[in-house]
């Protein structure tokens, strides 16, 4: 009996993104992976796109390691921001070859040709990228490693891994997140059991620069650019200091905290501040809105515990700036975007709107705040108020109902010789609020 016989696709004719119907006009990108190298290792396949092609693209240090091999009278498109007119000057050419660093899927500019033209066709010549490279210099098993991109990206993703203690990281740098930023920022928080391995200049025959560092030296260190580097501690590849990281806390001790003028009553205790998140729901929600946080407690506890939340947190005293600075600081919580001055005449547009919100403060002006923050919630999000009286829970339930929030009940809570505490809860519409 003959069996069937199959051929097995190769490399270069494996389309990445989604194959235009038949006779429908589109692009054919063509990305190619270099690394640092001034006379990088082409394929003869590779070598032999490039003869063919006639209009390329890239950075302008790429266009300097390739520029001789390209073909007379070859048309080269830099990549520059913004990328709205890079992309302009693509229409009408159909093919395209990219040069791009390492492994263009990998945070790579393949990445946003898929983003910005889901019909086009890419086909990838990868090289490693940076942090492999890196890993194989220092020999060092990378399977274990959490990638994170600091490449034209917020401080969010980073600080995100440090909460959560990671005990490896690979880090993709740019201009702004060096290696000495990123350590000063540990070192602020506390996070300084970290070795830091950093890579210049990658597959440069002659610049290439591998260094091991305490997070003491890299904060005092300058390093050329590109670069990257990788982070550990624990077992493994063990840190400089030796250091294990310590544990997070799971409800932090009020007496730890730095209160406002000794004031131990100013401040949300912790089992009430435990309920108050777990009311909130905030393991499902992207963004929490702290209003009057006073001491930064329950920001604080809310980003250690939730460290994928975005915190926004809001408070009129002036003082409360210092304090969400050594409290945050004392209990390792980077991240917390603070602001300072009447909640009721910020302006909020510019902070990611909330699908949670915690009113600590309101300064006798609930049913106001409530009513501004209505228009800012996302389709299900959840307010918790914590009141100490009657008559505030019943302002507090009169706001919900005239803002068109649903109200859903709350929870008693008497602590030592404190006064009770009711937590009530308000949910907003799953549907946007008109």
């Not at 997140?177 to 990658?202: F, K, Q, V």
Request: proline share 7%.
């Amino acid at each position: 009996m003959k069996t069937s016989e199959t051929t097995r696709p190769t490399l270069s004719s494996l389309p990445v993104g989604k194959r235009a119907e038949e006779g429908t006009p589109h692009n054919l990108f063509t990305v190619i992976g270099l690394d640092d190298s001034p006379s990088p290792y082409l394929s003869p396949s590779v070598k032999a796109l490039i003869d063919q092609g006639c209009v390329f693209s890239g950075g302008v240090r790429h266009h300097d390691i390739v520029a001789p091999l390209l073909p007379a009278g070859a048309k080269w498109i830099d990549i520059t921001v913004p990328l709205d007119q890079v992309f302009a000057r693509y229409a009408g050419h159909p093919h395209i070859i990219v040069f791009a660093s390492g492994d263009p899927i990998f945070f790579g500019f393949a990445n946003t040709i898929r983003r910005r033209l889901p019909d086009a066709e890419i086909r990838l010549y990868p090289s490693f990228n940076s942090l492999q490279t890196l890993a194989h210099r220092l020999v060092m098993p990378y399977d274990d490693m959490r990638t994170i991109s600091l490449t034209g990206r917020p401080w969010h993703g980073f600080d995100r891994a440090l909460i959560e203690r990671t005990p490896k990281m690979g880090i993709l740098t740019d201009r702004e997140h060096t290696p000495a930023t990123i350590a000063s920022r540990m070192l602020d928080y506390g996070y300084n059991d970290y070795t830091m391995y950093i890579g210049e200049h990658l597959g440069h025959p002659t610049k290439e620069l591998i260094r091991r560092m305490t997070l003491e030296e890299a904060a005092a260190e300058t390093f050329e650019y590109p670069n990257c580097l990788i982070l550990t501690t624990g077992d493994g590849l063990q840190s400089v200091n030796g250091g294990i990281l310590s544990p997070r806390f799971f409800g932090i001790p009020d007496e730890a905290f730095e209160l406002l003028d000794g004031r131990a009553r100013m401040i949300t205790k912790a089992p009430i501040r435990l309920l108050t998140l777990s009311a909130l729901e905030l393991n499902r929600r992207t963004s929490f809105w702290d209003i009057g946080f006073c001491t930064g407690s329950v920001s604080i506890e809310a980003r250690l515990q939730f460290p994928h939340l975005h915190v926004t947190s809001f408070e009129i005293r002036p003082e409360g700036k210092r304090l969400m600075e050594i409290n945050s600081r004392r209990f390792g919580t980077p991240g917390i975007t603070t602001v300072i001055g009447d909640f009721l005449e910020t302006d909020t547009a510019i902070y990611p709107c909330p699908d949670a919100v915690f009113i600590g403060g309101h300064g006798g002006r609930l049913k106001e705040i409530i009513s501004r923050v209505r228009h800012k919630l996302l389709p299900g999000a959840r307010i918790v108020f914590n009141s100490v009286s009657e008559e505030s829970k019943t302002h507090f339930i009169e706001a919900a109902n005239e803002s068109g929030l649903c109200f859903l009940g709350g929870t008693r809570v008497a602590i030592n010789e404190y006064n009770p505490i009711e937590i009530l809860v308000a949910s907003a519409p799953d549907s946007p609020y008109l």
